[in-house]
């Protein structure tokens, strides 16, 4: 019997949540065999798009066909039996169980007498992992393996689930060059077997590399789905925020000012791993009004930097920080915050954001002290503390007590940078702050930041992407497993130079 | 991705416009549907009680129901800011019982000859006694913070062992410090001070604390920047320390205000009972006080909670109680648990109703929800015929197994194949 045509056909599919319609009449066609991208910006519903197609929600209206036939499902369970599989954003993977144990999870192989027969189970994963190029033993612990390597068992479990259609979430977020080379060669061969991939990505270059047509979706309705051949990557991010985009860089014309910091000989000792550090021998200098830019792939010690001039990390490092030629060394957040140094923490959801506390409470939080009347906190005055960040950041919310996990990424983080703001930093340590951040909110952020830096501020940036460091760094410091390996005015920093120093061993 | 120029949209100014949002009363939705639930409670035992003691003798109905409020309120009030602040503290009954324990002995040692003679010992030692009790709810409160944040014990852990340990340690107290200074060694110790006894008479006193206690916790939670560090603690604790906050610190204030407020309310059992007795007192009451916060709308991961919540869900698992009592005419303390047990599963599962009105989850799903079905209906034909006679219970066991079992046979047919 030959395969249908339509891997996936969705007509007409609307989905409300409490105050919000997350899709409105989406339909969308997906061929067998193809590669079909999604892109959207946050809150354009692909996630919800992708998770009624997994079966985690059910539709309000429309109709969903698997492979020519209209289901219903009423749980991730009928979508798996359905042959589709999903590596969601966030992995979902037992940290404290071996490998072969996920990959076999709530499916496990049994063997005489009913046990759990390991070693089948072992040998197939073994087998997968060949296939994916992935060098890890199924008898690791799960939590040991790199985000990558956890990503690739993911893979593997869709695999063994022998899954005719692999709904992928951003797979890339997470994952260095070479790792993100590696899953794009896993993608291709698993599109040579006849698997449909649906890839939702925010990244253009990966998805005109690898997909054959697509869909842009945005506040919940269908833009349009294209040939991949038949338009650029800027006409698709113009659909996605529905405007154009011009290119433009922040760097240049901004006035150095004073030296803030000097780090020097900075070593952070790792004694139960064989290298025996995480940082070595750094040394940096920040100037007033000036972005400097941290590179370096996963791992090469980029947030332990900023934690140690943060106060955040731990109190084992050797070396000297200088502030305004001040020997400093912070014991506590609280003690930087006190020396106007403020951090924007990498992970905004697990180290940013108070969802229980409204937007206003979330952005006071740092100076509250300044909203205290008779030693009791006013409410209003703690308003018009909040109402000043929240406007200068440009942060939309229905209002300032709105729940704060009502707003966008892009929005939450804002919040964030408004709340340091008002403890008047002269120091912004800014950790890979456009993570999971849609485009358009990608923009304004880099505006902020370029005029915060315009206001006096020195700002240390560090990024995952390369082209956000070229953007707005006037300086590129290069971080290799540790070390320092290239320091480039912005002039001459390229993306392949940096590449080349971030992967120098 | 091609870098791009900020929009030239204007930010919007809109972010104050709306106010915040305002509840009738200052209470919440689910604090109204207390307010509510306690009402009917009240209506319902004096139609209900046969004996009409609602109408006979109110005054002395709501003394008991106030003053037991107020002694669970006092601790529960603790046990709200430590959940809040994200942990949980097991040891609230063994803080009781030594709070009463340290207060009885150290006026035994400074009065032996009137505490043994049952006579008058004086305000200043009566003063001792209180401030020694109080003091050493702040040790308590030192030593579990020291075990969390500086051996990093989990909150659970730290607080499974002071329940136990503390017990123990009481009566080995009362019992050293009896043998040492009486002619034989006791479990117990009397205490017949008219300080005490006017306490006991007099029920505005534990009221009156408990009043002014929510107040003061009321304010703190709400309207101080150590009340706002609680509850960011709570929500989402390493944010917390990355934004400044000595989260180490505010948890030692949080579990110095549980035991220092369960040695409160171990001072008030003293009065209640004239006699400070480590075996038996607060044994398993603080299970009631974090039932009452939960009840009242706390979430026991942390972050959420209010002084009214925790104020209805105290007043809310009182009345039952008496409730009960009055109906069937047994003491208060033989259902206690039950009803506790009960109302906390009910009132958590009522405030997930929409969920379960939207379809989202079934009551009763697949094997499991077919095995419940018979262990909820002989559950309630046993406790309908222990109270209310065999033919009741066998009534009450049949009927719900037929309401189960159509809730079931609904459930099935509504969800889609």
Known sequence: ?505 | MTPSTPPTTPPRGDAAARPRRTHLLGLRSGEWALVGAIVVAVVLTGLIDSNHSYFRLPWQSLTDILRNTALLGIFALGATVVIIAGGIDLSAGSMIALSGTVCATTMLVLAPQAMQSFKPVGGAVVAVGVAAALLTGFMVGTLHAWLITAVRLPPFIATLATLVGLRSFARALCESVTQAVTPTKSALVNVYDPIFKAVRENVWVPVTVFVLLALFTWVLLTRTVLGRHIHALGGNEQAARLAGIRTDNVKWFAYCFGAMTAALAGLFYVANESVAQPVNQGRGHELNAIAAAVVGGCSLSGGVGTVPGTVLGAVFLRVVIDAVSKIIKTGADVYEGLIVGIVVVIAVTFSQLGALARGGTRLLPGALGLCAIPTLAILAGAIASMTAGRNGGIATGVASLLLLGALRVWESRRAPA
């Open chain 1, 1 to 505: 019997m030959p395969p249908p045509a339509h891997a996936v056909r969705m007509l007409g599919i609307t989905k409300r949540f409490p105050g919000v319609v997350a899709l409105d009449d989406v339909s969308l066609e997906v061929r067998t065999g193809e590669v079909h991208a999604i892109c959207g910006e946050n809150g354009a519903g692909k996630s919800t798009l992708m998770k009624i197609l997994s079966g985690v929600y059910g539709p309000d209206a429309g109709v969903l066909e698997v492979g020519g036939r209209a289901v219903r499902f009423s749980g991730t369970r009928d979508a798996e039996e359905a042959g589709i599989a999903i590596i969601h954003q966030e992995l979902a993977l037992v940290e404290d169980l071996p490998v072969a144990a996920n990959v076999f999870l709530g499916r496990e192989r049994r063997g005489a007498l009913g046990l759990v027969d390991d070693r089948s189970m072992e040998a197939e994963c073994a087998g997968l992992f060949e296939q994916l190029e992935c060098t890890v033993s199924p008898r690791d612990r799960t939590g040991n393996l790199r985000v990558g390597d956890q990503q690739l068992v993911e893979i593997a479990k869709a695999l063994s689930l022998d899954a005719s259609i692999v709904v992928m979430d951003e797979p890339t977020s997470a994952l260095t060059e070479a790792e993100s080379a590696r899953l794009e060669r896993t993608i291709r061969r698993l599109v040579e077997r006849g698997t449909t991939i649906l890839y939702i990505s925010h990244k253009m270059d990966e998805v005109f590399r690898l997909a054959d047509r697509i869909t842009v979706l945005r506040d919940g309705r269908h833009v349009r789905t294209v040939d991949r051949a038949a338009t650029s990557p800027r006409e698709v991010t113009g659909w996605m925020v529905g405007r154009e985009i011009a290119g433009h860089g922040f760097h240049g014309a901004r006035p150095r000012g004073d030296r803030l910091l000097e780090v020097r000989d900075l070593t952070l000792p790792w004694p139960e791993h064989p290298r025996g550090y995480r940082l070595r021998d750094i040394a940096l200098d920040l100037h007033a009004g000036e972005i400097l830019g941290i590179a370096g792939l996963m791992g090469a010690g980029r947030t332990e930097l900023l934690e140690i001039l943060f106060g955040a990390g731990e109190d084992t490092w050797s070396g000297s920080i200088r502030l305004h030629g001040r020997p400093v060394r912070f014991r506590h957040p609280r003690e930087a915050c006190a020396a106007r140094v403020a951090m924007v923490t990498e992970d905004r959801k697990r180290l940013g954001l108070f969802a229980d506390l409204d937007v206003a409470a979330n952005v006071s939080l740092c100076a509250l002290e300044e909203a205290l009347r008779h030693g009791l906190l006013d409410r209003a005055a703690e308003d018009r503390l909040a109402e000043g960040p929240v406007r200068d950041t440009g942060v939309k919310t229905p209002g300032l007590h709105a729940p704060i996990t009502g707003l966008s990424g892009g929005n939450q983080q804002k919040c964030i940078i408004g709340r340091w703001l008002l403890t008047r930093p002269e120091i912004l340590l800014l950790d890979d702050p456009t993570r999971g951040i849609d485009v358009g909110a990608k923009a304004e952020l880099y505006a902020l930041i370029d005029r915060l830096c315009r206001q006096g501020l020195g700002v240390i940036l560090t990024s995952s992407e390369l082209p956000e460091l070229l953007t707005l760094a006037d300086r590129i410091v290069v971080l290799a497993e540790g070390r320092v390996t290239a320091e480039f005015p912005r002039a001459e920093a390229t993306e392949a130079r940096i590449m080349e120093a971030a992967t120098a061993g």
